[in-house]
Every structure is written in structure tokens, then in C-alpha cells.
């Protein structure tokens, strides 16, 4: 069965910090994709990456970044200088690759807070 | 851009009534998904539909069933609501996407997930 374990629920951080929000994921699949979406206040979940599971180069995006590691079944993201338009709640997903019949499996979400 | 359609953002019914929560999606996609999301709980999946008339239990469906008469419409019901399904509902849209970079064999991924802005119903 597949899953998705973000431990930590809230994060709050003064501007400018770094932070690392964690996803510890489960799959039997060897093909498999990983997400990461952002919620912020207005609700609207937003697509920020997706990475399948033959790439584990990390990826870097302006401030953002993430980490993929096969070894450990994890998939960090970090926000390098946070500002507070980062506060939202960030959700981590897995999906497997076999078919387009493939479910998407989300974590419990990080709310991060950022304070000016 | 793509676009999400939930027919209502509030819906407020009571218990035993049946209930219609409606999306539409504008960009041809072949993939709709239903999940409710609860504090704590982040997002569960209901149902998803991967092709018209085809659907596929998630990992709660339990209370829920769905209906994909036409590609941009996807449905879910509450037959009998319940107290206990009152929750944020949310439904997102995606195409499939082959992925020559993983097999050559047609494996691919829902390339992106296009979310809805959600419907709250509460169950009186």
C-alpha cells in the first residue's frame, strides 16, 4: 500500500530562515512519482514539482528546493531566505506510474508559518 | 488556463438527504479525483475517474459514489449524508502523460493535479 508521512504539522520561522519541511513516503512500486503542492490561505491547492523515481538529481527553483532520496524514501523540500508570502500549507503526494487508472496519494500537510 | 469548477463554495444539508457536488473541468482532461480534506487528515481520496463511465475507489469511499457521464463532468454523491461527511470537498483534474523517460511502454504519470477551489458542506 502506498503512503505518505509528513511528521510535522507546523512550522513557524522568522523571515529570512531557511526551512526544511520532510515527506517519508511508502510504495512497493518501482516506478512511482512524487508531488509537492502548496495551500495557501485562499485555498486553492497550487502544483509546485513532480519527480519520478529514476531521477534523484535534486532540483533547485529560485528559493526553492527539494531532495530526493531512494535510500531513505524521502522527499524534503527547502525554502532557502523564507518570506511571508511561503505561509501556507504544503502537502507532499505519491502516485504510481503504471496507468493512467493511478491514484494520488497525499500526506497530512505542513502548515509553515512565516513571521516578519 | 485550466480551469476547476466546483458548483457550490457553501453547502449546508441535513442528515439522510442526498447530496450532488458538482465539477466541471475546461482543458479535455481524462483524469477527475474527489477528495475531502479535514484538519490533521490532509487530503483523502474519495473516488477518481480515469476515462467516461470508468471510475476507481480510493482509499474512503465509503458513503460516496460518483458519476462520469461526459469527460469534462465528474460528480459525487452522498447518498444518505451524515454528520461525519461534513468536510472540505475538493476536486482536481489531470492528463495522463507517457513518460519515455521511465519505460518505453506507455508508464507515465497524471502530470499535475488542477484543483478546484473546494466546496464546504456541512451536515446538520
Known amino acids: 500500500a502506498q503512503k505518505v508521512t509528513q511528521a510535522q504539522t507546523e512550522i513557524s520561522v522568522v523571515e529570512k530562515e531557511d526551512v526544511t519541511l520532510d515527506c517519508v513516503y511508502e510504495t512497493r512500486d518501482t516506478t512511482y512519482y512524487l508531488f509537492w503542492y502548496k495551500q495557501p490561505p485562499s485555498g486553492e491547492l497550487v502544483f509546485l514539482i513532480r519527480?519520478?523515481?529514476?531521477?534523484?538529481q535534486n532540483e533547485i527553483s529560485g528559493r526553492y528546493s527539494w531532495n530526493f532520496q531512494k535510500s531513505t524514501s524521502s522527499f524534503n523540500f527547502t525554502i532557502t531566505a523564507s518570506q511571508v508570502v511561503d505561509s501556507a500549507v504544503y502537502f507532499c503526494?505519491?502516485?504510481?506510474?503504471?496507468?493512467?487508472?493511478?491514484?494520488?496519494?497525499f500526506g497530512s500537510g505542513t502548515r509553515l508559518s512565516i513571521r516578519p | 488556463d485550466v480551469k476547476v469548477t466546483q458548483s457550490s463554495r457553501y453547502l449546508v444539508k441535513r442528515t439522510g438527504e442526498k447530496v450532488f457536488l458538482e465539477c466541471v473541468q475546461d482543458?479535455?482532461?481524462?483524469?477527475m479525483f474527489w477528495y475531502r480534506q479535514d484538519p490533521g487528515l490532509g487530503l483523502r481520496l474519495i473516488y477518481f475517474?480515469?476515462?467516461?463511465?470508468m471510475k476507481e475507489k480510493g482509499d474512503i469511499p465509503e458513503g460516496y459514489s460518483v458519476s462520469r457521464e461526459k469527460k469534462e463532468r465528474f460528480s459525487l454523491i452522498l447518498e444518505s449524508a451524515s454528520t461525519n461527511q461534513t468536510s472540505m470537498y475538493l476536486c482536481a483534474s489531470s492528463q495522463f502523460t507517457p513518460d519515455k523517460a521511465v519505460t518505453l511502454w506507455g508508464q507515465g504519470t497524471n502530470e499535475k493535479l488542477f484543483f478546484g477551489s473546494g466546496t464546504q458542506l456541512s451536515v446538520l
Open positions: 503526494a505519491l502516485s504510481d506510474g503504471y496507468s493512467s487508472a493511478s491514484k494520488i496519494i
Open positions: 475517474s480515469y476515462d467516461v463511465k
Open positions: 519527480r519520478n523515481s529514476f531521477d534523484e
Open positions: 482543458m479535455d482532461h481524462e483524469n
